[in-house]
């Protein structure tokens, strides 16, 4: 019948938009949970403070620049933005970058969606493989970074070109004054400060995640589990583990999905039989997505852009092959069957209930938003970078 296709059409669109559904329902209590701890904490933290802390490479600084990168959680182009900020200010570039990969893959709410959705061993291997990149990205900077490529990738930073987040990233929403973190933050202004971290970190990551999920739910629905056990040679299970950290990256950076988006699409590949240490460095490698390459030659030039790269992607390697090493040999490996794949969408369980008590806690601090000012921040959320010193 010549009607027949349409309709096949149509159960494969409402099949993939079935599992999106189900994907973000699952998540999103977890999703509103990490966007409230970090912004409690950005509004009792001032971003001065932040530069001052990362002035040079000593492993004691990259390890506050981790700290400090895993409590102001954000979108990845809003973190490389705020990296290029600090850079500018005077931040150590190596110590700008740990900044830049902690506040996007080692952060609350990527944690609790991993262990939601593929398994809490996922979760435990995200926060000890992302340790480990930032140490490998130290050392090869200290190995391979010129101050010349330094001063020149400074030079390119000052000069403002715009690339994406800009006005989110200048904007320093903590509360000023004196006295204690948290009598600061129970304030009138805590609140408000509050949520107003909390409404523009949703508003920065919403593309990326609206995205993420899309693109997994069509891949989950339309592309045939037979096509990725061949592509990461599912029965050859040393290959497989060589192979994956290798393409893992490959994926992620063609895929133009990033942050927590891509987490969803890490259920989709590891179900399809990508190794345990290839989902670890495709979920690492949201930060060399090509539109954040392009805004990488924007904010540094073509060779920094380049360097970063090729460190970036070796890091994502090493710690993809170090966690698949290490979690092999202590049997936390875990079960592809295990990963879920929500398809089955909301019931009266526990996720609803998490969700119903999360959302109204999300629309308290929306109403809180609207009623103090926050929709004319919204509007310069992606305005120009601060200007220089």
Partial sequence: MPDEPLHALGRALLHALALTWSMTWEITWALVLGFVLSAVVQAVVRRSAVVSLLGDDRPRTLAVAAGLG???SSCSYAAVALARSLFVKGAHFTAAMAFEVASTNLV???????ALLLGWQFTVAEYAGGALMIAVLALLFRLFLREDLVRRAREQARRGVAGAMEGHAAMDMSVGGEGPAARRLLSR???????????????????DLVAGLLIAGAIGAWVPEAFWQAFFFEGHPLAAKLWGPLV????????FVCSIGNVP???????????FGGVISF????????????IYRKYYGLRTTAFLLGTFYAATVVAGYVVEALFGVLGLVPGQSAAHVPEE??????TTFLNIAFLLLALVLVWRFVRTGGPAMLRAMGGGPPPAP
């Avoid at 202004?189 to 593309?207: D, K, Q």
């Avoid at 699409?265 to 190794?275: P, Y």
């Avoid at 979920?283 to 392009?294: N, R």
């Fill in 70 to 72: 895993v409590a102001s």
């Fill in 108 to 114: 609350v709410e990527l944690g609790v969606i991993m």
């Fill in 189 to 207: 202004a805590g609140f408000t400060a509050t949520s107003h971290v909390f409404v523009m970190e949703w508003a920065a990551i919403l593309r």
């Fill in 248 to 255: 893992g990256p490959l994926v992620a950076i063609v895929s």
């Fill in 265 to 275: 699409l890490a259920v989709v590949l590891w179900k399809g039989g990508i190794s």
């Fill in 283 to 294: 979920v690492f490698a949201d930060l060399l997505i090509v539109p954040i390459l392009s």
């Fill in 345 to 350: 969408g909301p019931s009266w369980n526990y």
